[in-house]
């Protein structure tokens, strides 16, 4: 293992290991995770149908795929949520900008209660995404809408994921 972790590194660790997924603050601190469960990827599923059946074109939303997280000293970090909804199609590539992402959703696994509610959550806030989901795994998947408000996030409403997906994205300003 080098001594700075760089992106490229990340990619080629992921290469090698099917198993598992890995992530890195932008201060180095990296991140490893088992991939989700089952339930964990129905969430996530349910999220991106919801999105298509309202017409947020496919180009437009993605699962599990890594952002450029930029530090404030200047380094970057790579995370990888669970759903990304940006304002327009992206060029491809292993890790995106963020620069016109829209929505990052992270669903909550065992042992990840800390990174995907504290860390995560002041990351996305300092890279400027306007809006943080979290979704728990609780019997009611809770899902927190957090909304961008001047460098920090704010509630905008918390219910279950059942109750989201009976509004359309743009009751959520994700048109």
Do not use: F
């Not at 997280?69 to 970090?77: A, W």
């Not at 065992?110 to 959550?121: A, F, L, N, Q, Y």
């Not at 809770?142 to 009976?166: F, I, S």
């Amino acid at each position: 293992m080098p001594a700075d972790v760089t992106l490229d590194d990340l990619t080629a660790m992921m290469a090698a290991d099917e198993h598992h997924r890995y992530e890195i603050s932008p201060e180095g601190i990296l991140s490893v995770m088992p991939p989700p469960g089952y339930a964990h990827a129905i969430i996530a599923t349910r999220l991106m149908m919801w999105l298509a059946a309202a017409g947020v074109p496919a180009e437009r939303v993605a699962q599990a795929v890594g952002l450029r997280i930029p530090g404030r000293d200047g380094g970057v970090g790579g995370r990888i949520p669970d759903l990304v909804v940006w304002s327009k199609p992206q060029t491809d590539g292993v890790w995106l900008p963020v620069t016109d992402v829209m929505l990052v959703a992270e669903i909550i696994s065992p042992g990840s209660e800390g990174i995907d509610t504290v860390t995560k959550r002041t990351e996305y806030a300092a890279a400027g995404i306007a809006q943080y989901w979290v979704i728990d795994q609780d019997q009611g998947q809770t899902v927190t809408m957090h909304q961008l408000d001047g460098g920090h996030y704010t509630v905008r409403a918390t219910m279950p994921l059942a109750w989201v997906l009976n509004t359309t994205p743009t009751d959520h300003d994700l048109a």
